[in-house]
């Protein structure tokens, strides 16, 4: 079984490999505030800093310069591994305003549809060589694709092209209202968070699904630090109130 550091400390240690799946097609989901799109961009930052292996950003929930903005105040410098090193380390494409019937500057820009996804990520994945892939979010595809028999198997498209290009594709969701993207995905891995009597939140991550290895199957203690997501293997949570 190929593996590879997931770049998000703790995270392979729920893994009996201790190391992340490679070439699979992962399903991320979790309520607003969970974490999603922070887990994605620091999956490929630091695949593309620490392993050598170049990402893409697909964001249809947000526009690429906030995106860039936000990630700032973890210190990532999207624009930097965009711009100064060739190929790019990191490449992000605006699904986001098409979507919502604005003008881009972006350089990759799409439309919220499988045909028009793949042919810009096929384009990316010749130009740059890039083996992470974030999509941000398939809750967007669910919403237009009415037919969920259709957003399935264009997840499954999805996942086989990826996957032989030797991509790691991490897909973000809110908690699935028809169910069909965590059934079409090789892993599940699902975020969330309580609140505590005292007030405060407890955030949790749990692998419910991952085809081919061992892993933990209980919600683990994670934080949101000034340095990005850390995941503690040793911390079991009781599910409580998570959302």
């Known amino acids: 079984m190929d593996t590879i550091k997931s770049g998000i400390p703790g995270l392979d240690d729920l893994f009996s490999t201790k190391e992340f799946p490679k070439g699979r097609q992962i ?10 799109t922070v887990f994605g961009i620091q999956f490929l930052i630091n695949g593309a800093l ?30 930097q591994l ?14 986001f305003s098409a979507r919502v019937g604005l003008t881009t500057s972006e350089k990759y820009t799409i439309r919220a549809n499988l045909d028009s996804l793949l042919m810009v990520l096929t384009e990316i994945l010749e ?22 028999s259709q957003v399935r198997k264009e997840i499954l498209t999805m996942g086989a ?23 079409s995905s090789q892993g599940l891995l699902r975020l969330s968070y309580d609140e505590l009597p005292t007030g405060e939140f407890r955030r949790g991550i749990l ?6 290895f061992f892993h933990e199957f209980s919600w683990k203690e994670f934080r949101i630090t000034k340095d990005g997501i850390r995941i ?7 599910r409580g109130h998570l959302k």
Request: glycine share 8%; with cysteine; charged share 25%.
């Open 127 to 148: 130009e740059t060589g890039a083996t992470r892939v974030c999509i941000d979010s398939v809750s967007t595809l669910s919403t237009i694709v009415k037919d969920p």
């Open 207 to 212: 692998v419910q699904k991952m085809r081919g």
């Open 27 to 36: 399903l991320l989901t979790g309520p607003p505030g969970s974490g999603k």
């Open 50 to 79: 620490h392993s050598e292996e170049p990402g893409v950003f697909v964001s249809f929930d947000d526009l690429p310069r906030h995106i860039r903005t936000d990630m700032q105040s973890f210190k990532w410098n999207i624009k």
């Open 82 to 95: 965009e711009e100064e090193f060739d190929p790019p380390l990191l490449t992000l494409v605006d699904g």
């Open 161 to 183: 092209i990826l996957g032989e290009q030797g991509c790691t594709t991490i897909l973000t969701s809110e908690t699935s209202v028809r169910g069909v993207e965590e059934y």
């Open 232 to 238: 503690f293997p040793d911390r079991t949570i009781s």
